[in-house]
Nanobody, 123 residues
Framework: QVHVVESGGGLVQAGGSLRLSCAAS????????TDWYRQAPGKEREFVAR???????NYADSVSGRFTSSRDNAKNTVYLQMNSLKPEDTAVYYC?????????????????WGQGTQVTVSS
């Protein structure tokens, strides 16, 4: 069984920083492409960042230059470093990870979502 858990959210003043973690546990062979999404109250969930298995990243225009995603494959963990936070960054942040499980001969890749972590930026 696979579990994906986000952590690192909290309350921070505008201009501050937070680092979110997305940790996968269970019978995992590897974590592939991982996306970060966020959902503010009354709004649809929106894409924030993507990190591919090799480390290449993509970002939404709204966070480009302020947010950085990285990964530690040995720890099955992906990070989202958020700097220069703004009140409009307030949302629940989710990660979505492509995770490969199974044996050497039979592998399955599925997409897993975490439960989300709240980020609140005060003005």
């Amino acid at each position: 069984q696979v579990h994906v858990v986000e952590s690192g959210g909290g309350l921070v003043q505008a201009g501050g920083s937070l680092r979110l973690s997305c940790a996968a546990s269970g019978s995992i062979r590897s974590i592939g492409t991982t996306d970060w999404y966020r959902q503010a109250p009354g709004k649809e969930r929106e894409f924030v960042a993507r990190i591919f298995s090799g480390g290449t990243t993509n970002y939404a225009d709204s966070v480009s230059g302020r947010f950085t995603s990285s990964r530690d494959n040995a720890k099955n963990t992906v990070y989202l470093q958020m700097n220069s936070l703004k009140p409009e960054d307030t949302a629940v942040y989710y990660c979505r990870a492509e995770i490969t499980t199974g044996s050497t001969t039979i592998r399955t890749t599925s997409t897993y979502w975490g439960q989300g972590t709240q980020v609140t930026v005060s003005s």
